[in-house]
């Protein structure tokens, strides 16, 4: 069987030879720049072997994949609480939609899509100032990559903020409401900051260890939430993770999964590794073209579905 690293090599390999790459998301004007012919991929397995292909050493805007880790803080901080503000299905409807919304009352379908994650950013703002809470969420990032060199690209955070039109009216529903405690500028500010968030494969793989390993990082000894919580986040990426593409992703992939419109993806194989891939070209549904594709060949070569 050819190595894991051999593996990545090849899929690196395939994936330059790509010619449909989808297309960058350019609705945040400053995602538009980045390069659509970057690839990267890293694993870091549960027994300490780590191998990368690609640019993975290369820092892109992690978007809607810091949704993972903000949830993670927010169940930290209010705990069971908070599905009575989000729920846990998938929504079967994209990443922005506000359709949902009003026939359910507020109540947003996952803590995933926009409309939730703004309210899991308000959860996060309770009793902080917004510099507070996205300092919170920094520090966590760093905790959990085990690296402190992650940042958030400010850039990235006022381009979203100048063009945020629809997560503003999202947030203006969410309040009227009443599912918002702050005002929609406060919390909108902690959610454009935490989707800056700017992270290479190696960085995000990382970081994606406690979801891996029942909640713990073995090598800094930390544990980050329960083996119990680590299962049910897990159970969400795998539902949610890929918005209206969450069934294409389980049955092509078969992992948890969490993307972003940056072109990421990070990738949870319970119990074995964690993968982060990143491919600025996106597909129909707002999820990485090429990210999807090497995924599937990832899992498949290595037998790592879960099903
Ligand atoms: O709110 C937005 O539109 C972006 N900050 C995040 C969206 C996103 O990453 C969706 N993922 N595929």
């Known amino acids: 069987m050819p190595s894991l690293q051999d593996t990545l090599n090849e899929i690196v390999a395939e994936m330059a030879a790509q010619t449909e790459r989808g297309e960058v998301a350019s609705y945040i004007p400053e995602l538009g720049k980045v390069d659509p012919a970057k690839f990267a991929i890293a694993v870091v397995k549960n027994d300490g072997e780590v191998a990368a292909a690609g640019d993975a050493d290369e ?16 169940l930290g901080r209010v705990g069971d609480q908070l599905w009575s503000r989000v729920g846990r299905e998938p929504s ?50 760093r905790t959990v990559a085990d ?6 690209d400010r850039d990235v955070a006022n381009s979203e903020r100048a063009t945020g039109f629809r997560n503003f009216a999202l947030a203006n529903y969410l309040k009227g409401f009443g599912n918002l405690n702050h005002a929609p500028e406060m919390t909108l500010g902690v959610y454009f900051h935490h989707c800056a968030v700017a992270m290479s494969c190696l960085q995000l793989a990382n970081a994606g260890r406690f979801l891996a390993n029942a909640g713990r990082i073995e090598e800094t000894g930390h544990t980050i939430v329960s083996s119990e919580r680590a ?5 969400l990426m795998l539902t949610c993770g890929h918005y209206d593409g969450s069934g294409e992703f389980a049955f092509r992939v078969g992992i948890p999964g969490k993307s972003g419109v940056g072109g990421g993806i990070l990738a949870i194989v319970p119990g074995v590794a964690s993968i982060a891939v990143w491919s600025p070209g996106l597909n129909a549904r707002g999820n990485s073209m090429l990210g999807s594709i090497s995924l599937e060949r990832l899992t498949k070569r290595m037998n790592w579905s879960i099903f």
């Open 147 to 152: 690296d402190d060199s992650v940042i958030i």
């Open 59 to 74: 820092p892109f805007s992690i978007q809607s994949i810091s949704k993972v880790f903000t949830l993670a803080l927010a």
């Open 92 to 141: 079967g409807t994209a990443f922005n939609s506000i359709v949902q919304l009003e026939l359910e009352h507020g109540i947003p379908r996952n803590p995933f899509i926009n409309a939730g994650a703004i309210v899991v950013s308000d959860v996060l703002l309770s009793g902080h100032q917004p510099r507070e809470a996205i300092g919170e969420v920094l520090s966590f990032m």
């Open 231 to 235: 299962r049910r986040i897990n159970a």
